[in-house]
C-alpha cells in the first residue's frame, strides 16, 4: 500500500481477530489493542475452520478479509477507494510472485537496491538485497525471509558499510520493537564481493 502512498492520518495498522461469534463474514469495529496507531476488527470466522483451510485457501481468504475490510473503510475517501480496488486487482492478476521496490542507497562503487515478495510461489515473504555495479550490473543477490510481510516495513531503515559488509539497521522506535525483537539484527551482507 505505501508504493501507492496509501495512507490513513489516524492509524497505520489494522488489526483482524476471528470471532466465531459473529456472522459468518461480517465483520466489526472494536478497541483490543488501544495503541494509537491501529484499529481492531473482529471478523466473523471460526478459527478452528480457518486452520482447516489449505495454505492457499487461508491465503485467499486472508486477502478477502482484508479487502473487504480496506473497501469499507475507505468507502468515503474516492481515491482510497479506487487504491484499494487497484491493489487487490494486480495482486489478482500477479498472484504472489510481485517484487515490490522498498528502498535503495547509491555508494562509490555501487548501489544496494532492496525490494521484497509477499509469499512468493506460497513461501514465506522475503527481503531481496541486490547490489548493483555502476551500470546497474547485479553483482550479488541475497535474500532474507520475514515472519509477515509487513515487517519489511521495520526491518530496513540505514544502509551503511562496515568493513566490507553491508549493515542493514531496522528503524528504531516504538513501533518497531513489536517487530523486530523476533529478528537477529542488524541484517549484514558479508557474501559479496563488491567493494
Known amino acids: 500500500m505505501d508504493n501507492f502512498d496509501f495512507y490513513f492520518d489516524e492509524f497505520d495498522h489494522i488489526f483482524i ?18 495503541l494509537k496507531w491501529n484499529k481492531d476488527f473482529y471478523y466473523g470466522l471460526d478459527f478452528k475452520i480457518f486452520n482447516q483451510l489449505s495454505e492457499n485457501d487461508r491465503d485467499l481468504k486472508l486477502q478477502e478479509i482484508i479487502f473487504k475490510i480496506l473497501t469499507k473503510i475507505s468507502e468515503n475517501d ?7 480496488k ?20 547509491s555508494f562509490k562503487n555501487f548501489t544496494v537496491k532492496i525490494t521484497f515478495k509477499i509469499n512468493p510461489n506460497h513461501q514465506k ?12 550490473k547485479e553483482l550479488c543477490c541475497e535474500t532474507f525471509e520475514v515472519f509477515h510481510y509487513e515487517d519489511v516495513f521495520y526491518l530496513v531503515d540505514k544502509i551503511k558499510i ?9 528503524k528504531k522506535n516504538e ?9 537477529n539484527l542488524p541484517i549484514i551482507i558479508d557474501n559479496c564481493d563488491f567493494c
Open 78 to 84: 474516492v481515491s482510497k477507494l479506487e487504491i484499494v
Open 86 to 105: 487497484k491493489i487487490e486487482q494486480i495482486i489478482d492478476n500477479e498472484k504472489t510472485n510481485t517484487e515490490l521496490f522498498l528502498t535503495e542507497k
Open 17 to 34: 481477530f476471528l470471532n466465531p461469534k459473529l456472522k459468518e463474514d461480517d465483520f466489526l469495529e472494536t478497541k483490543i489493542y488501544d
Open 175 to 183: 513501533k518497531s520493537q513489536f517487530v523486530t525483537e523476533k529478528y
Open 162 to 170: 562496515e568493513k566490507s559488509k553491508i549493515i542493514i539497521e531496522p
Open 125 to 136: 515473504s522475503i527481503i531481496i538485497f541486490r547490489i548493483l555495479s555502476k551500470e546497474n
